[in-house]
């Protein structure tokens, strides 16, 4: 089996394909709640396009794919695609990223394709702040789905972005859920990717500061092992079902063992999420690169790989700093 290693000696084996720029809700985290300008769906990789770059990749390692956006399921066909991409030579796991809105008819397809994981993006169990934070009347076709993929038993993750001021009433209800249900519920550090930058001078809700307000609610929490390349450090209360987890986005944690890599819906390579494109995947495909061509590339690509996001940053143009959608970016 082809393994693929990056400069500093971690595997690259786990690509983050993001299928389109466009959203359902406007989570004021995540980008604005106007001004967007979407890019015309020529300016998108094709459904063809990505199936191309997929196959690439899985031919030289990558076992382990995750569809993003945006959200998902606002590109149309989105399960004619998957239905194609989940025979791919190599690939061993299929996972989605989804807000929920449009998910839920989907569900028992999903699971007949074989889906290996689904993480829904629920930063909070109340109606109204959910209507708050995301500026939509959605709460319910999302519930909806978290129960079917219960039901359907895909296993789940919930990820919550922690917010000052927005949502902190949620952490306590949230860990709940994990007491009868195998759920892994995630508190995630805000992140500059909103389309605007930062919203405060200095993060105040850090990994250290929720860790301490869940260890003040629940002191018998207790830390678990976590899977090699994870990006949340995961904890149990004991008698509960599922776990906690708290991923270190912006403090960046865990840069060391980091295997993914991304490619955003124009087509560009990310080989972090700090980073600004490192290979511009689409203008080679449409300019008629071929498959060999792009692999030396993309060899390339991996072989100069910054070694953790502050590097990735300070590499940056001073004109481009961190404040692009992660809408655009892919997750």
Known sequence: MTVLYDNHGRPVNYLRLAVTDRCNLR??????????TYLP???????EEME???????SMGVTKLRITGGEPFVRNDLMTFVARIVDIPGLKEFHLTTNGVLTAPHIPELKRL??????LSLDTLDRGRFRNITKREE????WQTLQLLLEHEIPLKIN???????NIDDLIPMVHLTKNNKIAVRFIEEMPFNGEGNHYPALNWTYKKILSFLLDHFPDLEKCSDEPHATAAHYRIPGYAGTIGIIAGYSRTFCGSCNRIRVTAQGMLKTCLY?????????MMRSGADDEQIRRRLFQAFSSRAKDGFEAEARRQENHPVSESMSTIGG
Do not use: H, T, W
């Not at 769906?41 to 459904?47: A, D, V």
């Not at 191309?52 to 899985?58: C, D, F």
């Not at 709460?139 to 999302?142: A, D, L, M, N, S």
């Not at 919550?160 to 927005?166: F, L, P, Q, S």
């Open 139 to 142: 709460f319910g076709r999302v």
């Open 52 to 58: 191309r770059v997929v196959s690439l990749m899985a």
């Open 41 to 47: 769906k020529k300016e998108l990789l094709s459904f």
């Open 160 to 166: 919550a972005v922690v917010m000052d001021n927005k």
């Open 27 to 36: 989570c004021f985290y995540c980008m604005p709640e106007s001004g967007i």
């Open 114 to 119: 074989g889906l290996s994981s689904v993480n």
């Open 275 to 283: 980073d600004q494109g490192v290979l511009d995947i689409k203008g």
